[in-house]
């Protein structure tokens, strides 16, 4: 079974290749917001260097969000064509899902935060369990601050991985017993899409193309900025 991964949630690139849960070849790119440029390239050059004919992948996979809004459906419409145009299905998950399950082997409480522009973040927590983490709180969006404010309300050791605790440094500095993963764990893993998906293709939980939906969490910028207008 081929799969194809891909991950556009945050203003870097995901793409990887994989068969029974092993990664084939992966590619991360810093998209600076040039998804729509980078993604198809990045997927052909792949195929290539693997030698592997598009129409012999059996699934697409894609990382659903949160994360911004054109990148995220840049990559969500791709993984539909794509899916679509070969006739299999196609499983999604939550971008922060990717950014925390490689922080598996930690005793502490993982907690996957990106940047959302705006001075918001979003974010999830999950605690470790035998073979990869459990989420144990809802996807949200928050300032920065109140983020913090809950975590230090809890007293538990943190374990931050994503963007989003390096983008806003003045609120997540606060923090005591606290652990940052470093710059490995700031992006959703395509990789970890790969073992993912692959596990859920394998319970046969995927989806048809057409009722894949992203979550967003919050509108647009232009909706945002139009709703300030009209307010």
Sequence with gaps: MLLLALDTATPRVGVAIGSGGAVLGEISLAGNRRHAEQLAPAIRYLCDELDVDP???????VGLGPGLFTGLRVGVTTAKVMAQALRVPVVGISSLDLVAYPARHTSRLVVAVLDARRKEVFHARYRPVPGGVQR????????????????MAGGEEVLLVGDGAPAYPDAFDRLERVEHAGPGFTAPSAAALV?????????EEFEAPWDLRPIYLRGSDAEIEWERRVS
């Design 195 to 203: 073992e993912l998906a692959t596990a859920r293709v394998e319970r």
């Design 55 to 61: 129409g012999s992948l059996s699934t697409i996979a």
């Design 136 to 151: 144990v709180s809802d996807y949200s969006v928050d300032r920065p601050d109140d983020v913090v404010a809950d975590l």
